[in-house]
């Protein structure tokens, strides 16, 4: 990591903005996520949870990077199961910002009852894959052709972490 990094810190709604603006760097790589357009502020304040959202800054508080995490289920069964988001700048890959996000990640969830964090990874998205498996995360299988992008049947590579915390 350079030094131009400097600050992990909880997200803010004010940081809105700039989550989204990273969010649609992700969708115009076809590497990210299945959405094809941004979602509203409020949208995307509403599917993931309260805590378990973090971002990176560099020296000029810009925001380089974030990760949050959102439900997989209304069930109470299902509770502490948690689906990893994490986007970074683009201008930004390759620094260890990633890394340094997921592991935030990972212990915010872990103090706030998450035991079980979930991704499903396009397998073309090498970077990312490896950045889960390096945090903890293990394959779980292939959902094969399981959403249509462009027209195009894609595939995801299911990754987990389980919690070394008994809850």
Known sequence: MTEEFYEIRPMRDEDGPRILEIFAQGIKTKQATFDSEVPSWEQWDTTHHRFGRVVLL???????????????SN???FSG???????LDTNYLGRGIGKILLKKL??????NGIWTLQS???PENK???????????RVVGTR??????EGKWRDIVLLEKRSDIIF
């Open 58 to 72: 560099n020296v000029s508080d810009t925001v380089l990077g974030w990760a949050a995490i959102k439900p997989t």
């Open 75 to 77: 069930r109470a069964c």
């Open 81 to 87: 199961v948690a689906e990893v988001s994490i986007y």
């Open 106 to 111: 990972i212990l915010e969830s872990e103090s």
């Open 120 to 122: 499903g990874i396009f």
């Open 127 to 137: 970077a990312s894959l490896a950045l889960h498996e390096k945090c903890g995360f």
């Open 144 to 149: 094969s052709k399981v959403g249509k992008m």
